[in-house]
């Protein structure tokens, strides 16, 4: 078991549609949890960061995290063509020492 | 803001060639990340630096060595390169000294080597 899975896709949604991401993780000690977005071809971008139980909103994306259940999501609301990219979900894992484990990302297809 | 710097952006090796990954960041950070990227992979950790003169092992160090030069520097070198190293490399830094919920990586371009 991936100690981050995220489901690989492609996750396809119409323009305007909400997408939603997944990602779960194995270590019940994790702190925080990272959304990043990554075009084809170039390097990671961080879209938010989240570390309290419940939702946080930053324009049109909406990070939310349950503990308890040890997931963490993404939505994006409104989608355009241009939030088409591979979004790869972080976790701050506590246990053996503070380490930064990625997923393996969900490609995201947005249609016009 | 040149922010992350990572050079070359493209190399083509032979097996058993050497060869060495620059990394340079102008954002004072104190830490500094070497991943590689593969298909399905995600962003698989190859050495990281807490702070200048210090290095640790990362998830997949075997067949690399590292080198914090200096605040701003910090070089991966593959001494003897084999197919299996044929990837997509990635430098990031960050403030923190430790991995943090309120100051994330900042990622470099990539190098995309391959290996014949």
């Known amino acids: 078991q991936k100690e981050v899975e995220q489901n690989s896709g492609p996750l396809s949604v119409p323009e305007g549609a909400i997408a939603s991401l997944n990602c779960t993780y194995s270590?019940?000690?994790?702190?925080?949890f990272f959304w990043y977005r990554q075009y084809s071809g170039k390097s990671p971008e961080l879209i938010m960061f989240?570390?309290?139980?419940g939702d946080k909103e930053d324009g049109r994306f909406t990070a939310q995290l349950n503990k308890a259940s040890q997931y963490v999501s993404l939505l994006i609301r409104d989608s355009q063509p241009s939030d088409s990219a591979t979004y790869l979900c972080?976790?701050?894992?506590?246990?053996?020492?503070?380490?930064?484990?990625f997923g393996a990302g969900t490609r995201l297809f947005v249609k016009a | 803001n040149a922010g992350v710097t990572q050079t070359p952006k493209f190399q083509v090796l032979k097996t058993g060639q050497s060869m060495t990954l620059q990394c340079a960041q102008d954002?004072?950070?104190?830490?500094m990340y070497w991943y590689r990227q593969d298909p399905g992979m995600g962003l698989r950790l190859i050495y990281y630096s807490a702070s200048e003169g210090t290095t640790d092992k990362g998830e997949v160090p075997n067949g690399y060595n590292v080198s914090r030069l200096n605040k701003r520097e910090f070089s991966l070198r593959l001494e003897s390169a084999a197919p299996s190293q044929t990837s997509v490399y990635f430098c990031a830094s960050s403030e923190a000294q430790r991995p943090s919920h309120n100051q994330p990586q900042h990622f470099g371009d990539g190098t995309r080597l391959s290996i014949l």
């Open positions: 972080a976790v701050i894992r506590v246990t053996g020492g503070f380490k930064t484990i």
């Open positions: 954002m004072n950070h104190n830490s």
């Open positions: 270590d019940r000690g994790s702190q925080s």
């Open positions: 989240i570390y309290s139980n």
